[in-house]
Each structure stands twice: as structure tokens, then as C-alpha cells.
């Protein structure tokens, strides 16, 4: 089966303006995970899905920073009035529920880079 | 509280060696210590995962040793091949949430 899958891989744009980043998790995770990785880093927890809700938010940096999951599935992280220090990977991550619910399986992620 | 700490940053070792990567951490909570591997330009992928119950898991070519009252864990791997190179991050997790990762460690095998 598929894995994780995020788009586009790549997004370069310009300071002050506003992105979109996508994320396809496991057909069936009902968990959903937004990291960010800054050069030479780990990855640093964002938010926390559980279905369509947000049920930590506590890692989005300021109000910029937004995600959503409709449908439960699906999930886009918008930031709005992108920063030079925004540039990063973003990494989403989902995960089932069973036997090894704690693994997180995580996608390619998205290089953003603010110029 | 809330960091895990790893060492060392970086990490060169022959080929057929064994490569040693600490980590620490503070949180008691923390219930589940997984392994991941990143090759550049890809998300991390789970290599090897232990919970606090157990002070030692195998598999194949890598090892976890856990010492939960020095609040201690490392990954060992054995035979160390060209292709293990990559970033080795440790991470810990309390309850079915997110992970605190550790800052990485970037290790090189010889040929």
C-alpha cells in the first residue's frame, strides 16, 4: 500500500507570502502528525490530529502557522506571511491504531524555502 | 524535561564495526523509545523501537540497550555496512503522541 505522501516537494517563495502544504497520510491512520526539520536537526512536533480535530497544537511557533483536516484524512498546513526563518522541512507523519500504535510512519516531507 | 539528548553528533566507523549512539532523556513519562533513520532527502523511517519494560531488543544487526534508571538508551549497530550511512535520530514518546527527537546523529561507514 501506499505510504505517506506529501506535496509539492519542493516550494520556494518569497517573504510575506502565503503557503500550503499537503499531506495524504495512510489510507485508515486516523492520527496525524506535522513536524518541522531545520537543517541538522530533529524534528519538532507542529500539531497533532486525531481525525478532524486539532488535539495538540502546542508546537505551531505563532499564529501564522495553521493546519486543518477536514474530512479526516487529508491535511494542509498553511502559513501565512512566510519568514526567511520559515524555511525548513515540513514532515508529516500519521499513524494507525492496534497492535504498534506508536509508530508514526513518516512521508518525504516538503522543502520550503522563504526567500 | 521535555529533551532527549544524543551523542555523538557525528560518527565515523569502519566497515565491519560496531557504531554506538547515546541517548538520554529526563521525562519518567516517556514510555516508548523508537529509532529512526533518515537518508538524505527522505522522512525517517523506524529502524528499531524498545519500551521501558525491557533493557535490551535485537534485531538483526541492531540493538537497543536501555537503562531506565540512568534514564539512558543507545542504539548499537553491529557489522556496520556502507549503507547504514545516514542520520540516526533517537526519539521518546509518552502516550500515543508526539515523539521528542533527538538532534541527530550523522554516521559515516567506510568501505
Known amino acids: 500500500g501506499a505510504g505517506v505522501s506529501q506535496t509539492p516537494s519542493n516550494k520556494v517563495t518569497e517573504k510575506g507570502k502565503y503557503v500550503e502544504l499537503r499531506c495524504d497520510p495512510i489510507s485508515g491512520h486516523t492520527a496525524l502528525y506535522w513536524y518541522r526539520q531545520s537543517l541538522g536537526q530533529g524534528p519538532e512536533f507542529l500539531i497533532y490530529?486525531?481525525?478532524?480535530?486539532?488535539?495538540?497544537d502546542s508546537g505551531l511557533p505563532n499564529d501564522r502557522f495553521f493546519a486543518v483536516r477536514p474530512e479526516g484524512s487529508v491535511s494542509t498546513l498553511k502559513i501565512q506571511r512566510t519568514e526567511r526563518g520559515d524555511s525548513a522541512v515540513y514532515l508529516c507523519?500519521?499513524?494507525?491504531?492496534?497492535?504498534?500504535?506508536?509508530?508514526?510512519?513518516f512521508g518525504p516531507g516538503t522543502r520550503l524555502t522563504v526567500l | 524535561q521535555q529533551q532527549v539528548k544524543q551523542s555523538p553528533q557525528s560518527l565515523i566507523v569502519q566497515k565491519g564495526g560496531i557504531s554506538i549512539i547515546n541517548c538520554a532523556y529526563e521525562?519518567?513519562?516517556?514510555?516508548?523509545f523508537p529509532w529512526y533513520q533518515q537518508f538524505p532527502g527522505k522522512g525517517p523511517a523506524l529502524l528499531i523501537a524498545?519500551?521501558?519494560?525491557?533493557s535490551e531488543k535485537k534485531e538483526g544487526r541492531f540493538t537497543i540497550s536501555f537503562n531506565k534508571s540512568a534514564k539512558q538508551f543507545s542504539l548499537h549497530i553491529m557489522d556496520s555496512q556502507p549503507g547504514d550511512s545516514a542520520t540516526y535520530f533517537c526519539?521518546?514518546?509518552?502516550?500515543?503522541?508526539?515523539?521528542?527527537f533527538g538532534t541527530g546523529t550523522r554516521l559515516k561507514v567506510l568501505a
Open positions: 524498545i519500551r521501558p519494560d525491557v
Open positions: 521525562n519518567t513519562a516517556f514510555d516508548y
Open positions: 507523519a500519521s499513524r494507525g491504531t492496534g497492535t504498534g500504535h506508536n509508530e508514526q510512519f
Open positions: 526519539a521518546a514518546i509518552s502516550g500515543t503522541y508526539k515523539y521528542i
Open positions: 490530529f486525531q481525525g478532524t480535530g486539532a488535539a495538540d
